[in-house]
């Protein structure tokens, strides 16, 4: 079989995969307190300390600040409700999720939060997400398996088993080079997004919830060097996830080489 007619054969398994994601729409600065941004200064309560590092008590840049109630129409309410925040601390640079060294949290907007003055504060230049574009994602190929798409590597053989019983799909091994690879037939796509597929480096990721072990989904991914200045260990992708039964469960983990 040639590697052509295998992936148009996988066509079907790829559309059965598909979700939207949306990529942010920005303009330079800071557009205020409660607007959906990378970076800038966050809404804090009245009072509230700005939040520092578990571990090293440096103070951590925001990330990224979510309205979630100005999200597309199809995700409203998906995450929850009011601003979803996103602290990391860049001394640190921990790769793990459900650490304190990055504060992911849902805060409602109030009407008496502080306006900060920016100078006393980390910040990487603030961009403010003023609209979205809507794209097809779908599963980068370490999430292909349990989704149902087998790739059978043997490689003392250099030869390779295709196997996707939606289509009905079983081929002979074949010769790696002839073979499509795992990638042409369906991957996530790069860069920074909300919802649809990670995009993972070494595998599945997905961190368990700690209340009922449930698998976080994805919420948003923050890539090395896209909207924001910085790069995750050696040009890593980094996600935001979330328990789907404890919406106030949140964390920040990244994949890297
Ligand atoms: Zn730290
Ligand atoms: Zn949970």
Known sequence: MEAKEILDRLALWRDAQKRSTWKPIVEEGDGGADTSKFSGIPSLAENEPYPRCGTCQALMPLFLQLNLNQLPEELLGRFGSGLLQMFYCTDCDSYLPLENTKLVRLVQPLAGSQSLQGENYPSFPAKTIVGWTQLDDYP??????????????????????????????????????????????????????????????????????????????????????????????????GHITQCPEHKEILTFGRACS
């Open 140 to 237: 980068s190929p370490e999430e292909h398996n349990e989704l149902g798409l087998i790739f059978d590597y043997d490689f003392s053989a250099n030869t390779v088993r295709i196997e996707c019983p939606l289509v009905g799909l079983v081929t002979e091994d074949l010769a790696m080079d002839s073979a499509p690879e795992a990638e042409e037939v369906a991957t996530a796509l790069p860069g920074d997004k909300l919802a649809g597929y990670p995009g993972w480096i070494q595998g599945i990721e997905y961190p368990e919830c700690p209340q009922c072990n449930r698998r976080m989904e994805l919420v948003f991914q923050i890539d090395s060097e896209d909207n924001l200045p910085y790069m995750f260990g050696d040009v890593g992708c």
